[in-house]
């Protein structure tokens, strides 16, 4: 084998490693870091939804409160996604644009008879 080859090798696989791989592991980081340090009245969002406050924190567990009348869960720490309540990605100023949209004109019903 060439040596270019092999300098070129290791220079991809560094590549991928500060593109792929390193960024990943510091996003697993910061994520196990915020489940480690749920507390008592944190309000979370589950990876599937479901938004309450922390009651109590488990060494594996937490249980929360879903709603005023008290309807309690108990979810692993590995399924809590955000701390607080997650928002949609759709800014609020397209939103407001879709709602606007002004509606077609339309025929009255006598008229379209006629023709």
């Not at 500060?18 to 697993?28: C, D, H, V």
């Not at 915020?34 to 567990?61: A, C, E, F, P």
């Not at 309690?72 to 955000?82: C, D, F, G, I, Q």
């Not at 990605?89 to 009255?108: S, V, Y």
Request: hydrophobic share 40%.
């Amino acid at each position: 084998m060439d040596a270019s080859f092999l300098i070129m090798l290791v220079v991809f696989m560094l590549i991928m490693y500060f593109m792929m791989i390193r960024p990943e592991n510091k996003r697993k980081k910061k994520a196990q870091e915020m489940r480690d340090s749920l507390k008592k009245g944190d309000v979370i969002t589950s990876i599937g939804g479901i938004v309450g406050k922390i009651v109590m924190v488990n060494k594996d567990t937490i249980i929360i409160e879903t709603s005023e009348d008290r309807v309690r869960m108990e979810l692993t720490k590995w399924a809590v996604s955000t701390v607080g309540v997650q928002s949609s990605e759709q800014p609020e100023e397209k939103k407001g644009k879709e709602e606007a949209l002004p509606e077609e004109p339309t025929e009255p019903a006598d008229e379209a008879e006629e023709k």
